[in-house]
């Protein structure tokens, strides 16, 4: 399967890349690409994997791929709709699939900050947050290396992911955003 990953180059979220780097067949986008030659990229491969910051009107454009807010946004969406297995992680994605009728495994309000955590009264420091994110990653990254099924994954993920919602508030919250639209 051939896997175009985008993910905007900025530090706060490196942690994002055990999704996809041990992923055979991998083109990573992370700077400096025009919406033309994102939208073909989208047509050429078999799955889209985009990953960073983000709102409701889609993907931050915080590495200077081009001018604008966003590189994944309302533009973007029309390439995304012929893709049923495309994968969004940022915060509020959900509003951002569900508004343009996209397929695949998606985030709500993801929290993988303090501040983040601390703006939605959940009291909780560096190394909590860094498990959340760090399993979490690592989690989607091994169920992508070893299947392609969607559902498969967003249920292999939620319930491993549960495990840690057990002893740690910011996988709880998250763990109640991780969608799935067939």
């Known amino acids: 399967m051939k896997r175009l990953v985008i993910h905007p180059t900025d530090e706060s ?10 992923l055979p067949d991998v083109t990573l986008v992370t700077t400096g690409c025009s919406r033309l030659e994102l939208m073909d990229m989208i047509d050429e ?4 994997i ?9 993907l931050l454009n915080v590495s200077g791929f081009r001018a604008g807010m966003y590189i994944v946004d309302a ?5 995304l709709a012929a893709k049923d297995n495309s994968i969004f992680i940022w915060c509020n ?7 343009y009728k996209l ?26 947050v860094d498990r959340s994110n760090d ?19 967003h249920t292999s993920v939620g319930h491993q992911y549960q495990l840690l919602a057990e002893t740690n508030d910011i996988a709880r919250y998250n763990s109640n955003r991780w969608y799935i639209n067939k």
């Not at 985009?50 to 889609?58: E, F, I, Q, R, S």
């Not at 533009?75 to 390439?79: I, N, Q």
């Not at 399993?135 to 994954?153: C, Q, W, Y």
């Open 13 to 22: 979220t490196d942690f994002l890349a055990p999704i996809y780097n041990r």
């Open 93 to 99: 994605a959900d509003q951002f699939v569900n508004r």
């Open 50 to 58: 985009m990953l960073g910051h983000g709102t409701p009107g889609g």
């Open 103 to 128: 397929k695949g495994l998606y985030s709500g309000m993801f929290i993988s900050e303090v501040a983040e955590a601390s703006y939605f009264k959940i009291l909780t420091d560096q190394d909590t």
């Open 75 to 79: 533009l973007v969406s029309e390439a």
């Open 45 to 48: 491969h078999d799955q889209v």
């Open 135 to 153: 399993t979490f990653a690592k989690l989607l990254g091994d169920h992508l290396l070893v299947s392609d099924a969607m559902n498969e994954i």
